[in-house]
């Protein structure tokens, strides 16, 4: 062995001897490394005993099962919850809180509302006799539902912890319950419920309390996961499903929504959003921040027609958190009927999640129709007859246009002789017989479309009124005359098949008597009007109502109501003044009077008068060729 081995043996021993005095475990810190390997040793011993019970215990025994010690299941849960594995354990219960309107049950596991029943609705069942049950109507009931929040913790697999997985204790005082799950003392998380009477809002606060040091330090927000299948609460399944879906409120944007007819995904993760609204056709469960979210992440599922629920919504809704020793995040939860009053009195413009319809067509059902239904409705009691009122009123305001309309009919009616003159004219021309007919209309002053336009300006009306019968809960459930749900279908009789293109199993009286005063009054308008050019168009204007009334006999009642007044209104009004207002004898002078008038082309009579002279000339050429071969 040579020097320098020497030296380096020396040295290695020296190295070790110095990290053996200054870095050696200290007599105490190995007392308290022996104190935890006997915990461990302890507790797997316990795992092991309670496994040999669990083996012994088998389906033959009579014994009771052993239960898993709490030391041990604290334990196994510690490596996947962190600090939060204390509270982990525990049994669920229901805590109620009620009001004249609702009662709320909220679950001690997650500490998240389990179920709404309203206490002034119902759901209808419909047997296979056609029979129907009305039953409690509850919101949010169903298990697969989820309301968690996502707690981003350090030094655990994941990296997150749900609440939904935490046991909370309940603590109810009057109309105010707090669920708690406590981690130690000072440390908790902690959802705050309360109820007042007269509404259906639930004032809601969580906190998140000494959690500044669990929580991951560079986390900047919480995430709040809502998972909400919406039930079939109405009749007219079909149709609900249009009218359910996730809306939400950018605080700087109107409302907008995931699609109502297929499946759909909305983010909006950098925009400030102000409320996040889970809708069926008339009810509602709205989140409304009580400063703003950070963002959402929207989702609508459209679940098979044989499945119990509608719809499966979602929302990843995004909270700020200041890692402050005692956050505090405020909010609202509106869980009840879409009632126009209530959701108004909420403000930002939570009313958008009432499908009225948009533009001019929202603005006519909010402003105009809806009020002056509720003062029918208020006066007489009966939603039928305050549609009967609301149709009159109607027929009144539009009568000046339904009169001009009339009175271009008169005079179109009063024009077929002069018409049929120059058919026999030109009886073997089509073409000929349609430029005269177009000169002689410029002659006597009459516009064939006078009678189009005014029903082009009532459109607007009745758009609105297609919108506002199946938005307005107003309607559900309330009957007239035959129909049990002025929402939905009436049913005159059930059919044992089903017809498609949305026809239904069924026949609604309502929807073959609008059919059928439809053809009535096709047939007292047109009688004396001229087909001639277009013969076409007589028999199209009978079958329209047939082929309409596939599309009625599936939609609200209180809609093919309405149509079946309209039409028994027009009827009247036309007879009426067609017989008792308008004379026919000043008619046929202000026709000859016009006639003597002297005529100025307008550009547009010209170029089409010349186009169809051109036309006939180039006719004539080509029939001119066919002779010559």
């Known amino acids: 062995m040579d020097k320098n081995q020497v030296v380096?043996?020396?040295?290695?021993?020296?190295?070790?001897?110095?990290?053996?005095?200054?870095?050696a475990p200290s007599p105490e810190a190995l007392e308290a490394d022996q104190r935890r390997q006997d915990s461990i040793a302890?507790?797997?011993?316990?795992?092991?005993?309670?496994?040999?019970?669990?083996?012994?215990?088998?389906?033959?025994?009579?014994?009771?099962?052993?239960?898993?010690?709490?030391?041990?299941?604290?334990?196994?849960?510690?490596?996947?919850y962190g600090a939060f594995a204390v509270a982990t354990m525990g049994e669920e219960e229901m805590i109620t809180l009620e009001n004249d309107l609702m009662t709320v049950s909220v679950s001690t596991k997650g500490g998240n509302i389990d179920k709404v029943v309203l206490k002034k609705h119902f759901k209808v069942l419909l047997d296979s006799a056609g029979v129907e049950t009305k039953i409690p109507l509850e919101l949010l009931e169903d298990d697969k539902n989820r309301f968690e929040y996502l707690l981003p913790v350090s030094n655990i697999p994941n990296g997150i912890v749900r609440t939904s997985d935490l046991f909370f204790k309940p603590e109810l005082k009057g109309n105010t319950l707090s669920m708690k799950a406590e981690i130690a003392a000072g440390q908790f998380v902690e959802q705050i419920y309360t109820l007042a009477?007269?509404?259906y809002v639930v004032d809601y606060q969580v906190k998140f309390s000494g959690l500044q040091q669990i929580l991951s330090n560079?986390?900047?927000q919480i995430q709040l996961s809502w998972v909400n299948y919406l039930d079939k609460l109405e009749i007219n399944e079909a149709y609900e499903r249009n009218y359910t879906s996730i809306y939400y409120k950018p605080t700087d944007d109107d409302a907008d929504r995931c699609s109502c007819t297929s499946s759909d995904e909305v983010t909006s993760e950098n925009q400030k959003v102000k409320w996040v609204a889970a809708t069926n056709q008339f009810f509602n469960?709205?989140?409304?921040?009580?400063?703003?979210?950070?963002?959402?992440?929207?989702?609508?599922?459209?679940?098979?027609?044989?499945?119990?629920?509608?719809?499966?919504?979602?929302?990843?809704i995004l909270l700020p958190y200041a890692h402050s020793p005692d956050e505090t995040i405020s909010m609202q939860l509106y869980i009840g009927p879409n009632n126009f009053d209530r959701l108004e009195a909420l403000g930002n413009d939570l009313t958008d999640i009432i499908p009225y319809g948009r533009s001019i067509f929202g603005a006519i059902n909010r402003w105009v129709i809806r009020p002056l239904f509720n003062f029918f409705d208020g006066i007489t009691g009966n939603k039928g007859i305050a549609i009967l009122l609301l149709t009159l009123l109607v027929k009144l305001i539009v009568f000046p246009l339904t009169y001009k309309m009339l009175y271009s009919q008169s005079k179109m009616a009063a024009?077929?002789?002069?018409?049929?003159?120059?058919?026999?004219?030109?009886?073997?021309?089509?073409?000929?017989?349609?430029?005269?007919?177009?000169?002689?209309?410029?002659?006597?002053?009459?516009?064939?479309?006078?009678?189009?336009?005014?029903?082009?300006?009532?459109?607007?009306?009745?758009?609105?009124?297609?919108?506002?019968?199946?938005a307005a809960i107003t309607f559900r459930q309330e009957g007239f005359l035959w129909a049990t749900d002025l929402s939905s279908?009436?049913?005159?009789?059930?059919?044992?098949?089903?017809?498609?293109?949305?026809?239904?199993?069924?026949?609604?009286?309502?929807?073959?008597?609008?059919?059928?005063?439809?053809?009535?009054?096709?047939?007292y308008n047109t009688k004396h009007m001229d087909f001639g050019a277009n013969p076409m168009m007589k028999y199209f204007q009978y079958i329209m109502p047939v082929m309409f009334l596939g599309f009625f006999n599936s939609f609200a009642s209180g809609l093919t109501c309405y149509l079946l007044f309209s039409n028994i209104i027009n009827i009247t009004q036309t007879v009426v003044t067609k017989n008792f207002i308008i004379d026919n004898d000043k008619i046929i002078e202000e026709l000859e009077a016009n006639k003597r008038k002297p005529k100025k082309k307008s550009g547009f009579q010209e170029r089409l008068q010349t186009a169809m002279e051109e036309q006939k000339r180039k006719q004539a050429a080509m029939e001119a060729k066919k002779k010559k071969k």
């Not at 215990?57 to 996947?80: F, M, W």
């Not at 049929?420 to 000169?439: C, G, S």
């Not at 059919?495 to 059919?515: Q, R």
Request: glycine letters at 6%; proline letters at 6%; hydrophobic letters at 45%.
């Open 8 to 23: 380096g043996i020396v040295l290695i021993f020296a190295l070790l001897m110095a990290w053996q005095q200054f870095f």
């Open 42 to 80: 302890n507790i797997e011993q316990q795992l092991a005993d309670t496994a040999d019970a669990v083996e012994l215990n088998s389906p033959n025994t009579a014994e009771a099962p052993v239960a898993v010690p709490d030391s041990v299941l604290l334990l196994q849960r510690s490596g996947a």
């Open 197 to 199: 009477d007269g509404n």
């Open 218 to 220: 560079d986390a900047q």
């Open 285 to 316: 469960t709205s989140i409304i921040a009580g400063e703003q979210f950070k963002g959402v992440t929207l989702q609508t599922e459209v679940l098979p027609e044989e499945s119990d629920d509608l719809k499966k919504v979602s929302a990843d």
């Open 415 to 470: 024009m077929k002789p002069y018409l049929e003159k120059a058919k026999a004219k030109h009886k073997d021309d089509a073409q000929a017989q349609q430029m005269e007919t177009m000169k002689m209309y410029r002659e006597y002053g009459v516009n064939p479309l006078g009678g189009c336009l005014p029903m082009v300006l009532q459109l607007p009306i009745w758009f609105a009124l297609y919108r506002f019968f199946p």
């Open 489 to 523: 279908y009436d049913v005159l009789m059930r059919l044992p098949f089903e017809i498609p293109l949305g026809f239904g199993a069924h026949i609604s009286l309502f929807a073959v008597l609008w059919a059928i005063t439809t053809l009535i009054y096709t047939y």
